[in-house]
């Protein structure tokens, strides 16, 4: 297993990853990078805590990516009409 200590990695991605605001309310900040060893990392800051904390990252994917970016899209899968999803190309 991997170690997921982001800390002790080199501070780059294969390719930079993207950075968007939701659309919530204030607006949490979601990121998504392709992680050195291999499939993807998404961390998000947490904009409706007084310290801002980020958290992540949660690894996901196996495979070896070069990048990645998020869009927040106007699809809903669910019947909540406030917010749309968070789409990801890798």
């Known amino acids: 297993m991997p170690d997921n200590d982001w800390r002790k990695w080199p501070m780059m991605s294969p ?8 659309t ?11 992680w050195p060893t ?5 961390f998000w800051r947490d904009n409706d805590h007084d310290a801002f904390e980020w958290h992540g990252p ?25 917010l749309g999803n968070l789409e990801l190309a890798a």
């Open 24 to 34: 919530s309310e204030p607006g949490n900040f979601e990121v998504v990078i392709a």
């Open 38 to 42: 291999g499939g993807l990392a998404h």
């Open 15 to 22: 390719l930079g990853g993207f950075l968007i605001q939701t």
């Open 58 to 82: 949660t690894l996901f994917g196996s495979v070896d990516y070069l990048g990645a970016t998020v869009i927040e899209s106007h699809y809903r899968a669910y019947g909540d009409k406030s």
